[in-house]
C-alpha cells in the first residue's frame, strides 16, 4: 500500500476540499464550494491552513486549523490553533490519513508558535469529530460536558495537545440568544458562517424562503465569521424563528423552512 501524503491546499484540491467531497453532485454545492474557498483563501492571512491527504494520486481527506481567535466554529480563547473539521472518506479510513494529518496540523502549530492545538470532539456513533480518535493520536481531555437528551451528539469534549505549559483550556460555547418580537412581523434569526458547508447552504435556502414571504416575514443575519459577532451570541449555527429553534442535523430543507413560518403566520 502506497504511504499518504499530505499537501496544503491548491488549485488541484480547492474542489474537492471546497465541496467537502461532495464532487460534482450539484450546482448548489458547487456555489457553496465557490465561497467556502473564497473565505478560506482569505483568511490564510491570519494562519488558516487547510491540509489535504493523498494516497495513490487521489484524494482522500483533509483538514483545517485555525487560529482560535477567528475560527468561527469556537472554542473561545487564545493562542491555539482549532482543527474544527477533520475528514476522510469512509472507504479510505484505516489507512493512516488521519493520524497524517494530525501530525502535519502539529507540525503547523509548532511553526506558528502556539502553545498548542485544540479540537472539540463528540462521543457519538458518527462520522463527525469522534472524540476517541483524537484521543488516540495523543490528544487529552480538557473538559467534557453531557449533551441534553435527544440531541444528534453525545457526550462533548474540548480535546488538546499543548507545547507550553502555560496555556489556557479554552471555553466552550455558551449560546446567548434572546428573542425580540417585532409587533405583526414573523421574525427569523440566522445563525451561520461560511465555513460550514451545512451552514452556508441553508443560509442560502433560509435567505430564499424568507424572501417569498414579503414584507410578513424580517431576517436578522448573525455570521460567527465575525469574531465580535461570535464572541456575543456564542452560536455559529442556528435557525430560529419567533424565537424557537427549527433544524434538521443536515441543511434545512425548503419545503421545512417554508413550513415552519407559514404555520406561524397561521397562528397569527
Known sequence: MSAVQIRDMDVTTEYFVGTCSHVSESDEIDACAKRRITWLKNVYEKGLRVKVAILDDKQVGFLYVIPIEVCPWGPLGRDL?????????????????GSSLIVEAEKEARRQGKRGIVTIGYYHDFWFMPAPFFERVGFSVAKRRKTNPGELFGDVAVLWKI?????????????????????????????????CQTSNIEAQRVRQVV???????????????????????QMPRGIFINGKEIGWGYEAPKDGIRK???QVLRNG
Not at 166 to 177: D, I, Q
Request: glycine fraction near 4%.
Open 81 to 97: 490553533l482549532v482543527i474544527p473539521c477533520l475528514f476522510v472518506l469512509n472507504k479510505e479510513k484505516s489507512k493512516g490519513a
Open 163 to 195: 507545547f507550553d505549559s502555560s496555556a489556557e483550556v479554552p471555553r466552550f460555547l455558551k449560546p446567548n440568544y434572546q428573542f425580540r418580537a417585532i409587533t405583526g412581523k414573523v421574525v427569523v434569526d440566522l445563525f451561520w458562517n461560511v465555513f
Open 211 to 233: 424572501a417569498e414571504f414579503g414584507e410578513s416575514v424580517v431576517l436578522n443575519e448573525y455570521s460567527s465569521d465575525d469574531p465580535i459577532v461570535l464572541s456575543r451570541y
Open 260 to 262: 415552519a413560518i407559514s
